[in-house]
C-alpha cells in the first residue's frame, strides 16, 4: 500500500509490543497500565494501536478530549477511558452514554457536573504543586464533598509529577514533596474510609520513581519508545514510528541561485536539489534546523525553507538516486537511523510536540503489512 504514498507513518506493533512488556517489568505486581492515547496514540493512530495494546492486556486508557474518549469508546466496549482535559458541563450527558471517565478539574467545576444531574465516573485531579488543574491537595473539605456526591462516582484520584524527568536536587527535592503530599492526602482518604484507587506516574515518574506503588501508571511518550528529549532514560525502549515520504523530483540548479520560499538558501557550485513530498502541512516543522534526510543509506541535508507540502535536499555530485525513491525523516535507512529525539533537537522542542503534530493526512501504515 505504502509504495503507492507520497509520504506516511510506519508503525511498528512489534516494537510497541516489546516497550509495553519493558514498562511492565518494573512496575509493581497489582499496577495496572493506563495507556495514554491522546493527539491520536501521539501520532501514531489510534485505531492502529488500540487493538495491539488489548491484545497485551491493557484495558485503561487516558486521552485529553471528549471527541477522543468517544472515538476510543467506539474501539472498545469495556474499560476505563479517562479524559484528563476539560468536558462542558453541558455535555455531561456523553459522558454517561458512553461511560466515560471524567477528571475533576477544580471543585467549581465539579459542581457545574453535579447540576446536571447525571450519573458520572470520575477521578478528581490533585494540585501537588504544578498549579495547572487540580484541587490543592490542603482542601480537604470540597475533597470530601465531590467524594461523597451522589452523582459524582469518584473511582480515582491522580497528580502529575512535573520534573519527574530531572536529576537536580532542587527538582528531586520537589518530587518527593509532591508524591509525600499526594500520598498523605490518599492516607488522610483512607481513614476517613475511602480507599479510592491513585495515580500519579506518567512517563518519567514511571522510570525515576518505580517504587511507588499505585493502582495505575500513565505512560506516554515511553509507550511509544522515546523519550521526551536526547537525555535517555534507563529502559531499553524500541521505537514504533518511522516517518518517510518520496523523492518527487531532481533538479540541477546553478552556481549562486537560490532554493525555496525568500530565496534563503543560495546554492554554492552547481549542485542536484531532490524534492520531498512532505511538508509543515504534514508535521514536519517550518523551523527546522540542520536537519538531515536518510535516502539509499545516506545523509542528505534539508537546505531553504520548509514548504507546506514540500522540503528539499542538497545531493552530493553524481549521486546515485531516482524518483520515487523512499526518504526517511525520521527512522532507520541502511546502517544510518534518525531518532525522533534527534529531529525534535532540531527543531528546538520534545518529542511529545513532534509526534502530537504528526498530520491527519499521513496514512498510518503497519510495519511489515504491505
Known amino acids: ?86 468536558t462542558l458541563p453541558e455535555k455531561a450527558y456523553l459522558l454517561e452514554k458512553f461511560k466515560l471517565t471524567q477528571s475533576i478539574i477544580d471543585f467549581h467545576y465539579a459542581q457545574k457536573l453535579e447540576l446536571q444531574k447525571m450519573s458520572i465516573d470520575v477521578h478528581i485531579a490533585i494540585n501537588t504543586g504544578m498549579n495547572r488543574i487540580g484541587i490543592n491537595c490542603n482542601e480537604k473539605g470540597q475533597i470530601m464533598k465531590i467524594v461523597k456526591s451522589k452523582c459524582l462516582n469518584v473511582t480515582g484520584i491522580y497528580s502529575h509529577l512535573c520534573v519527574a524527568d530531572s536529576f537536580s536536587s532542587d527538582d528531586v527535592e520537589f518530587t518527593k514533596f509532591q508524591i509525600s503530599k499526594f500520598m498523605q492526602l490518599n492516607s488522610w482518604l483512607k481513614a476517613n474510609g475511602y480507599n479510592v484507587p491513585i495515580h500519579i506516574q506518567s512517563s518519567y515518574g514511571i522510570i525515576n520513581y518505580s517504587h511507588l506503588e499505585c493502582d495505575y501508571v500513565r505512560p506516554g511518550i515511553i509507550l511509544y519508545g522515546c523519550y521526551s528529549d536526547n537525555t535517555k532514560g534507563s529502559m531499553e525502549l524500541k521505537p514504533v514510528l518511522s516517518l518517510k515520504s518520496r523523492v518527487i523530483e531532481i533538479r540541477s540548479v546553478d552556481n549562486g541561485q537560490s532554493v525555496g520560499y525568500g530565496r ?13 513530498a512532505i511538508g509543515y502541512a504534514d508535521g514536519v516543522p ?29 545531493l552530493e ?29 532540531n527543531c528546538d522542542t520534545i518529542s511529545n510536540e513532534i509526534l502530537s503534530r504528526m498530520g491527519n493526512r499521513l496514512p498510518r501504515i503497519i510495519k511489515n503489512e504491505f
Request: charged share 25%; net charge neutral; aromatic share 6%.
Open 286 to 314: 517550518r523551523n527546522i534546523n540542520y536537519a538531515d534526510v536518510l535516502i539509499r543509506g545516506k545523509r542528505f541535508r534539508i537546505i531553504g525553507r520548509i514548504c507546506m507540502d514540500q522540503l528539499m535536499v542538497e
Open 264 to 276: 534563503a538558501y543560495k546554492i554554492e557550485g552547481k549542485k542536484q536539489v531532490a524534492v520531498i
Open 317 to 345: 555530485e553524481n549521486c546515485d538516486m531516482e524518483i520515487g525513491d523512499e526518504a526517511v525523516l525520521i527512522g532507520k535507512s541502511g546502517n544510518e537511523e534518525i531518532s525522533v529525539e534527534d529531529f525534535s533537537f
Open 1 to 86: 500500500m505504502c509504495l503507492k504514498e507520497r509520504a506516511w507513518i510506519e508503525v511498528d506493533l512489534d516494537n510497541l509490543k516489546w516497550n509495553v512488556l519493558q514498562i511492565k517489568k518494573i512496575l509493581h505486581q497489582n499496577t495496572k497500565i493506563m495507556a495514554v492515547v491522546k493527539a491520536n496514540a501521539y501520532g501514531h493512530g489510534i485505531r492502529v494501536v488500540i487493538p495491539e495494546l488489548i491484545k497485551v492486556g491493557i484495558h485503561d486508557f487516558a486521552v485529553a478530549t471528549l471527541s477522543e474518549a468517544i472515538e476510543l469508546r467506539k474501539l472498545m466496549a469495556e474499560g476505563t477511558i479517562l479524559i484528563l482535559g476539560y
